[in-house]
T-cell receptor, first 112, second 115 residues
Framework: QQQVKQSPQSLIVQKGGISIINCAYE??????FPWYQQFPGKGPALLIA?????SEKKEGRFTISFNKSAKQFSLHIMDSQPGDSATYFC???????????FGTGTRLTVIP | DAGITQSPRHKVTETGTPVTLRCHQT?????MYWYRQDPGHGLRLIHY???????DKGEVSDGYSVSRSKTEDFLLTLESATSSQTSVYFC??????????????FGPGTRLTVT
């Protein structure tokens, strides 16, 4: 059973557009929600992360929006660039659990 | 890749043979993890270690064993490889200070094909 559900599976966006990837979870004990970026042939790399005490976190062009009551969080990439083309994974973790649960990934393609 | 190396990077093996994958870190981080990545599943935790000789099972541990005899090395063994273990395997590390764990850094991955 997938602990974290991610959509869409793939996304095509024009350069300069906004990319939005959504994730949902059921376990209310999760208290850490990172997003990872993965380029072909490489390992995932942490992009941005949020804890449930805030509803939004922004780092440059990347923003996480978090809705605790709906148990949903999303990644927004503003002014998307071809260099952002990669696979993005959301994840969720619970302090002390030692098990980071990943979504199934979204392949983002930014068209020049 | 944050001072993490994995070996081999690619391996093809036959069903029923034992296989050992190695993860080596130079960061002196306490926690080490083994994940597998499969289409439609994202990454799933196989085993993790929270110190030398201290290991525990993850979400998909059946058919795998691990060992950690030194802080810097974490080995993943497929005791008798099966075709369902064809996957890309990632090692990750993280630190822990006062019970707060920090981000996981991932290695470059090992692509394993079991024929």
């Amino acid at each position: 059973q997938q602990q974290v559900k991610q959509s869409p599976q793939s996304l095509i966006v024009q350069k300069g557009g906004i990319s939005i990837i959504n994730c949902a979870y059921e376990n209310t004990a999760f208290d850490y929600f990172p997003w990872y970026q993965q380029f072909p042939g490489k390992g995932p790399a942490l992009l941005i992360a949020i804890r449930p005490d805030v509803s939004e976190k922004k780092e440059g062009r990347f923003t996480i929006s978090f809705n605790k009551s709906a148990k949903q969080f999303s990644l927004h990439i503003m002014d998307s660039q071809p260099g952002d083309s990669a696979t993005y994974f959301c994840a969720a973790d619970q302090t002390g659990a030692n098990n980071l649960f990943f979504g199934t990934g979204t392949r983002l393609t930014v068209i020049p | 890749d944050a001072g993490i190396t994995q070996s081999p990077r690619h391996k093809v093996t036959e069903t029923g043979t034992p296989v050992t994958l190695r993860c080596h870190q130079t960061e002196n981080h306490r926690y080490m993890y083994w994940y597998r990545q499969d289409p439609g599943h994202g990454l799933r935790l196989i085993h993790y270690s929270y110190g030398v000789k201290d290991t525990d099972k993850g979400e998909v541990s059946d058919g795998y064993s691990v060992s950690r005899s030194k802080t810097e090395d974490f080995l993943l063994t497929l005791e008798s490889a099966t075709s369902s273990q064809t996957s890309v395997y990632f090692c990750a590390i993280s630190e822990s200070v006062a019970s707060i764990r920090y981000e996981q850094y991932f290695g470059p991955g090992t692509r394993l094909t079991v024929t």
